[in-house]
């Protein structure tokens, strides 16, 4: 098993900036990739961005493209996002996620941070 705790949500000014955090803990080694989703109200969950554990690729959503950056601290087990330029749009609840090296899916889930951009 995976758990992962995510921070860093919170309340910001239109163009403002955030670092959200996800933690992972338990069998990290069975890792294969990491991926930020978020959902806002009356919508669908959305891949925000991904990072192979390895660190050696990324990807990234063209609504996030050249705002955010995921990256990934292996000796803390740590997946970061910074947002830069954020707009009412990105308000949202973010996940971070894991997927296993044999899974074709994101099997694991943290509980979800608000990131809320006011104008």
């Known amino acids: 098993q995976v758990q992962l705790v995510e921070s860093g949500g919170g309340l910001v000014q239109a163009g403002g900036s955030l670092r959200l955090s996800c933690a992972a803990s338990?069998?990290?080694?069975?890792?294969?990739?990491m991926g930020w989703f978020r959902q806002a109200p009356g919508k669908e969950r959305e891949s925000v961005a991904r990072?192979?554990?390895?660190?050696?690729?990324?990807y990234y959503s063209d609504s996030v493209k050249g705002r955010f950056t995921i990256s990934i601290d292996n000796a803390r087990n740590t997946v970061y996002m910074q947002m830069n330029s954020l707009n009412r749009e990105d308000t949202a609840v973010y996940y971070c996620?894991?997927?296993?090296?044999?899974?074709?899916?994101?099997?694991?889930w943290g509980q979800g941070t608000q990131v809320t951009v006011s104008s």
């Open positions: 990072i192979s554990w390895s660190a050696s690729t990324t």
């Open positions: 996620a894991a997927q296993r090296c044999d899974r074709n899916e994101y099997d694991y």
């Open positions: 338990g069998r990290t080694n069975t890792i294969y990739r």
